[in-house]
């Protein structure tokens, strides 16, 4: 036991002794960089000073004030740096407790509705089962002052949106300097979200989103958490004075019902969800609009989506019609005729989508009819001019996409590449391009050049986002020869680097395989 503790002591001794020894050559380090050696200068310095011709002191001022300059620099950028760091993690650390609280604020919320309607479901059993059911079973409390069709029509809240915007119209009138193109606007939102939210994306990303918005009405946006998924949708409402709706979809959906509401046979009402006010809301606004299906993939799209799925195929844009209602009512909302609603054109829908073992895979069925973006990165942190929101109308934005299509069409030497690679991958992977991808990637490429970008880098992205993510479904490890006579394929037809999304996601496949 003593021999033990002799060693145990010792032992701590010199641990102590290693540990002072390291923290002294730090200090000492630092102290003869900053003292000693500063103090050696200087005596050099002075053994020679008294040699100094008018122009040797010349020459040592002005190399002492670059010196002087320089440090000066150097400790500045530093400090700058410093707070630079500090005021950015602090306000990221501020929007995280932001964002939890809204989620707990959320569930409380969910918790109260689903409390409320247990409690009045009950209270209707137990007067139904009595043989009585009173007046205020069958209609919902009006708001005070509010007229009686708001009691009388089976749609409450979207009667309340008819009202409020009949007593204040959403009319935009656009002044000249809002007059501006795509390329621009994509450069203003940049500054903007930078500038007013402190989000930071890359003009190539919003470029991106645009020409989404030009070629489908259903964006997604894929990624790891914390790249800004939800964050964008939500700037790009604040940019055109529109708040985004934001819709959290819950794993329990299964079918439209959980989308858009249903009539409620008790209550004789339309149960109104929050998705629906806020499609219908679109119907009566001038401007862009963006509705966020949070999480989308937490339940099987093609389930409680289907319908939005179907009629966005339909040609004809008078057809664009949700059911909401068997028999129609003079009660009924205003858009809401013959108890269809109108899906309007100034409405786009967000998607986020996290891929994890929590949610469920995105079908072909859905990826081909939207524009999906990976988001799997921050930009980095910039400063921008302060910048204002945009003033726009629906009909203004369309109106340069119509443009984009007439000034930027697919060459006819790219239109040929394209013919070629699709026989290409079809002969080597059996996978086709069809009609609707050919279709969007002539709506997609001439608006991504609008906005500033290249033919052959719109090209690009179609072909990765459109073919290459269906290559997923195929026996890849049996195809390493093919995949690799594809990107010789695409330096040879199209030019060595120019298809660089498509290469890095074959890249990405022979890795993962």
Request: proline letters at 1%.
């Given at each position: 036991m003593a021999e033990f503790a002799k060693y145990y002591v010792d032992f701590l001794w010199n641990a102590l002794q290693n540990i002072w020894n390291f923290i002294y050559s730090i200090l000492y380090a630092f102290y003869k960089i900053v003292v000693l050696d500063t103090i050696n200068y200087f005596k050099a310095l002075g053994a020679v000073v008294g040699?100094?011709?008018?122009?040797?002191?010349?020459?040592?001022?002005?190399?002492?004030?670059?010196?002087?300059?320089?440090?000066?620099?150097?400790?500045?950028?530093?400090?700058?740096?410093?707070?630079?760091?500090?005021v950015y993690r602090g306000k990221e650390v501020e929007k995280d407790k932001l964002m939890e609280e809204i989620?707990?604020?959320?569930?409380?919320?969910e918790e109260l509705v689903k409390e409320k309607n247990q409690i009045f479901a009950l209270k209707v059993g137990n007067q139904i089962s009595e043989g009585y059911v009173p007046n205020d079973a069958l209609a919902v409390t009006s708001d005070e002052g509010t007229g009686g069709n708001r009691e009388a029509s089976r749609f409450t809240k979207l009667i309340n949106l008819d009202e409020k915007y009949g007593?204040?119209?959403?009319?935009?009138?656009?002044?000249?300097?809002?007059?501006?193109?795509?390329?621009?606007?994509?450069?203003?939102?940049?500054?903007?979200?930078?500038?007013?939210?402190?989000?930071?994306?890359?003009?190539?990303?919003?470029?991106?989103?645009?020409?989404?918005?030009?070629?489908?009405?259903?964006?997604?946006?894929?990624?790891?958490s914390g790249t800004g998924k939800t964050s964008l949708p939500y700037a790009m409402g604040k940019f055109f004075n529109n708040n985004t709706s934001i819709v959290s979809v819950q794993p329990s959906w299964r079918d439209r019902a959980e989308l858009v509401g249903y009539f409620n046979e008790f209550t004789k009402k339309f149960n109104e969800t929050d998705f629906l006010n806020s499609l219908y809301e679109?119907?009566?606004?001038e401007d862009p609009n963006f509705i966020v299906l949070d999480e989308m993939n937490l339940a099987r799209i093609e389930y409680y989506f289907a319908d939005f799925l179907s009629i966005m195929e339909m040609p004809d844009i008078a057809e664009w019609k949700i059911d909401l209602i068997s028999s129609p009512s003079p009660t009924d909302p205003k858009n809401v005729i013959y108890g269809k609603l109108l899906v309007p054109q100034n409405v786009w829908f967000v998607g986020t989508a996290n891929n994890d073992d929590s949610t469920f895979t995105i079908t072909d069925k859905v990826y081909d009819r939207a524009i999906a973006l990976e988001l799997n990165?921050?930009?980095?942190?910039?400063?921008?001019?302060?910048?204002?929101?945009?003033?726009?109308?629906?009909?203004?934005?369309?109106?340069?996409?119509?443009?984009?299509?007439?000034?930027?069409?697919?060459?006819?030497?790219?239109?040929?590449?394209?013919?070629d690679l699709d026989a290409f991958i079809q002969s080597k992977f059996k996978i086709s391009f069809g009609n609707r991808i050919m279709k969007q990637l002539k709506l997609f490429v001439p608006a991504y050049m609008a906005c500033g970008g290249t033919e052959s880098?719109?090209?690009?992205?179609?072909?990765?986002?459109?073919?290459?993510?269906k290559f997923n479904s195929l026996n890849l490890p049996f195809l390493t020869k093919e995949l690799q006579e594809l990107i010789a394929y695409f330096d040879r037809k199209f030019g060595k680097g120019t298809m660089k999304y498509s290469i890095a996601y074959i890249r990405e496949l022979q890795k993962v395989n």
């Open positions: 040699n100094f011709d008018v122009l040797g002191w010349i020459c040592l001022i002005l190399v002492s004030l670059v010196n002087i300059a320089l440090v000066f620099f150097i400790v500045y950028r530093l400090v700058q740096l410093i707070r630079r760091y500090i989620a707990r604020l959320h569930e409380q919320a007593r204040n119209p959403n009319i935009i009138f656009m002044s000249d300097t809002d007059m501006i193109s795509l390329q621009d606007i994509v450069k203003r939102f940049v500054d903007f979200a930078a500038s007013q939210l402190q989000l930071y994306y890359t003009e190539d990303t919003i470029r991106l989103f645009f020409a989404g918005l030009a070629t489908s009405k259903i964006i997604i946006l894929e990624g790891i679109t119907t009566l606004r990165q921050k930009a980095d942190y910039f400063d921008a001019p302060m910048t204002e929101s945009f003033n726009c109308t629906f009909n203004y934005l369309e109106s340069l996409f119509d443009r984009a299509y007439k000034e930027y069409e697919i060459s006819d030497k790219n239109i040929a590449l394209i013919k880098g719109g090209i690009d992205f179609i072909v990765t986002s459109k073919i290459l993510r």
